[in-house]
C-alpha cells in the first residue's frame, strides 16, 4: 500500500530553519505531484507548497512564498520543504500529499501522510 512518511518537525526558535522530508513508497514517484499542507487545531488543513510531476513547478502559498523552498528527489521517493525565517504563525501539524494529477496546486490530494508537528517559539 501507498505509505508517505515525514520527517524533520521540531522545535525551533523564531528565525530559525527546518528541513521536512517525506519518503513514498508503494506509488510511482515520479507521476504523483506532491505537497505540504498544514494543520492548527480548529482550522482547515490549508495548502502550504506543491510541486508537479510534470516540469517540477512549483507552487506556493503566499504566507510562504520567499521562505520555503519545496523540492523532489524522484530518484529517493522523497519530497522535502526547506523552511527559513520561521515565524510562530507557521507552527502546526505538517502534512505531506500526493496527487496522481500534474498540478502543483494539489487539489485533488490522493494520498496523505501521518504529518509531523513544527513547532516555533521565541
Known amino acids: 500500500q501507498v505509505q508517505l512518511g515525514e520527517s524533520g518537525g521540531g522545535l525551533v526558535q523564531i528565525g530559525g530553519s527546518l528541513r521536512l522530508s517525506c519518503a513514498a513508497s508503494g506509488l510511482t514517484f515520479s507521476r504523483h505531484s506532491l505537497g505540504w499542507f498544514r494543520q492548527t487545531p480548529g482550522k482547515e488543513r490549508e495548502f502550504v507548497a506543491g510541486?508537479?510531476?510534470?516540469?517540477?513547478?512549483?507552487n506556493y502559498a503566499d504566507s510562504v512564498k520567499g521562505r520555503f523552498t519545496i523540492s523532489r528527489d524522484n530518484a529517493k521517493s522523497t519530497v522535502f520543504l526547506q523552511m527559513n525565517s520561521l515565524k510562530p504563525e507557521d507552527t502546526a501539524v505538517y502534512y505531506c500529499?500526493?496527487?496522481?494529477?500534474?498540478?502543483?496546486?494539489?487539489?485533488?490530494?490522493?494520498?496523505w501522510g501521518q504529518g509531523t508537528q513544527v513547532t516555533v517559539s521565541s
Open positions: 500529499a500526493a496527487d496522481r494529477r500534474s498540478s502543483s496546486r494539489l487539489q485533488e490530494v490522493d494520498y
Open positions: 510541486i508537479s510531476w510534470i516540469g517540477g513547478f512549483a
